[in-house]
């Protein structure tokens, strides 16, 4: 069973295209055949997989503004089991043309689940740093929203319009949806930052992954290299917590299942 997962956070620089990226990189080196869905007009997503934004021909912008097949848009990468179905500026105008159509925010979700026999274990979504049409489509077709957050005041503070969100996809469009907050870019040596993630795991209890991504400067390099952290320096400090966060999302899926089935 497909399980589709969105990235998100409308604050910026908290690590999520990063997150995206290595968590779907860990979960295909786990054997899972994992399709990356880069959501953002900055194509970060895009370009950290070694493809040039502009050069593929079809883009995600085609699946949510044109109704192409999602299968169709996607493009093999260098990592095995990993695709991707690349971005481009043209998804910009979708923040302004999707609200004037009829069941919108679900256009994604319906895209991923008329997928005849989806040949993928995980979908992951690297949506933008806003909560527009884009993000709300991401929502509405997702299991499971992760939140990477920075042990920051104000990266903490924005978690409060993402709450909010949840709230309202789940009245609207997918009353299933579930979160995770996710704490990257952890400085140990901080002492606010241990207390933000203590007051994080006190406010939201089992919302929070267990595992955490510390600071890892092989992080911002690996990008350069338009490969993954996890074929970029195997060894490096990154590369180990996205797996163990790759197995603590297995184990979170699978008790989900556990229970759906019961």
């Given amino acids: 069973m497909t399980k589709t997962i969105a990235v998100s956070n409308e604050k910026g620089g908290v690590a999520k295209t990063t997150t995206a990226l290595s968590l779907g990189a860990a979960l295909a080196e786990l054997g899972n055949r994992v399709l990356m869905v880069d959501l953002d007009a900055q194509a970060n997503l895009t370009l950290a997989l070694g493809l040039e934004p502009g050069e593929a021909e079809k883009t995600s912008s085609d699946v949510i503004l044109d109704s192409l097949p999602l299968i169709s848009a996607r493009h093999k990468t260098e990592v095995e089991n990993l695709d991707l179905i690349?971005?481009?500026?043209?998804?910009?105008?979708?923040?302004?043309?999707?609200?004037?159509?009829?069941?919108?925010?679900?256009?994604?979700?319906?895209?991923?689940?008329?997928?005849?026999?989806m040949p993928y274990e995980y979908v992951i979504l690297d949506c933008p740093p806003a909560l527009g049409a884009i993000t709300r489509n991401a929502l509405s077709a997702a299991d499971l929203l992760i939140i990477p957050t920075q042990a920051e005041y104000f990266s903490a503070y924005a978690l409060r319009n993402m709450m909010n969100m949840i709230r309202r996809t789940r009245e609207t469009d997918n009353a299933n949806l579930a979160y995770r907050i996710l704490v990257t870019m952890l400085d140990r040596r901080n002492r606010t930052h241990r207390n933000i993630h203590d007051q994080l795991r006190s406010t939201f209890g089992a919302g929070v992954f267990s595992t955490v991504i510390e600071l890892d400067t092989k992080l911002r390099e690996s990008p350069i290299a338009g490969l993954p952290i996890t074929h970029y320096k195997s060894g490096a400090r990154g590369s180990t917590q996205y797996r163990v966060l790759a197995q603590e999302l297995k184990e979170y899926a699978q008790e989900t299942e556990n229970k759906q089935a019961a």
């Fill in 86 to 117: 690349p971005s481009s500026s043209r998804i910009e105008t979708s923040e302004q043309f999707l609200p004037v159509r009829t069941n919108y925010t679900t256009i994604l979700q319906r895209a991923i689940r008329s997928t005849p026999n």
